[in-house]
T-cell receptor, first 113, second 109 residues
Framework: GAVVSQHPSWVICKSGTSVKIECRSL??????MFWYRQFPKQSLMLMAT?????????EQGVEKDKFLINHASLTLSTLTVTSAHPEDSSFYIC?????????FGPGTRLTVL | DAKTTQPPSMDCAEGRAANLPCNHS???????VYWYRQIHSQGPQYIIH???NNETNEMASLIITEDRKSSTLILPHATLRDTAVYYC??????????FGTGTSLTVIP
């Protein structure tokens, strides 16, 4: 149980385009989901907290107009990277909160050319 | 900001116990300690968590000091598949996790 999936697992896009990443809790409902970013050889950095039915809460320094988060249902949160640039290339990971624990997705590798 | 500090790397012989330390001296009374591990290019995997008492599950044991300022994750019989980066995390009031730098554990044959 407590499985979280992400789609796509990897994506390559051109600079200036937008990319949407989906995060789904497969066997449970999650009122709260979280989005992280991880650069090579670095730790995970929390980007935002996504609450179903309300606006996401962004961490300091994360541009909310660039990283659009929608938590439309109790099993789906999406992260859209708008007008992507090469510096946005990273590993994006989501997690879903269940009980006392966060369960993480497998991650999405974004490469912006 | 992360409330934990861990050694950057450790080695452990296969079959031996791996003891991974973590300092969290600013932890508040109602904040839990969590341990996750991450194998390269995968999402973090939950291992164990605790508040005050020592905890054990099928994967590991968690020993928390009485003053709660530090803890140790114990993998009783390390295998090559336990090679990963291990993160000790203090969960804050809004359930957010702020990851520190973690410990890269290498299990040696």
């Amino acid at each position: 149980g407590a499985v979280v999936s992400q789609h796509p697992s990897w994506v390559i896009c051109k600079s200036g385009t937008s990319v949407k990443i989906e995060c789904r809790s497969l066997d449970f409902q999650a009122t709260t989901m979280f989005w992280y970013r991880q650069f090579p050889k670095q730790s995970l950095m929390l980007m935002a907290t996504s609450n179903e039915g309300s606006k996401a809460t962004y961490e300091q320094g994360v541009e909310k107009d660039k990283f659009l988060i929608n938590h439309a249902s109790l099993t789906l949160s999406t992260l859209t990277v708008t007008s992507a640039h090469p510096e946005d290339s990273s590993f994006y990971i989501c997690s879903a909160h269940l009980g006392n624990t966060q369960y993480f997705g497998p991650g999405t590798r974004l490469t912006v050319l | 900001d992360a409330k934990t500090t861990q050694p950057p790397s450790m080695d452990c012989a296969e079959g031996r116990a791996a003891n991974l330390p973590c300092n969290h001296s600013t932890i508040s009374g109602n904040e839990y300690v969590y341990w996750y591990r991450q194998i390269h290019s995968q999402g973090p995997q939950y291992i164990i968590h605790g508040l005050k008492n020592n905890e054990t599950n099928e994967m590991a044991s968690l020993i928390i000091t009485e003053d709660r300022k530090s803890s140790t994750l114990i993998l009783p019989h390390a295998t090559l598949r336990d090679t990963a980066v291990y993160y000790c995390i203090v969960r804050v009031a809004g359930n957010q996790f702020y990851f520190g730098t973690g410990t890269s554990l290498t299990v040696i044959p």
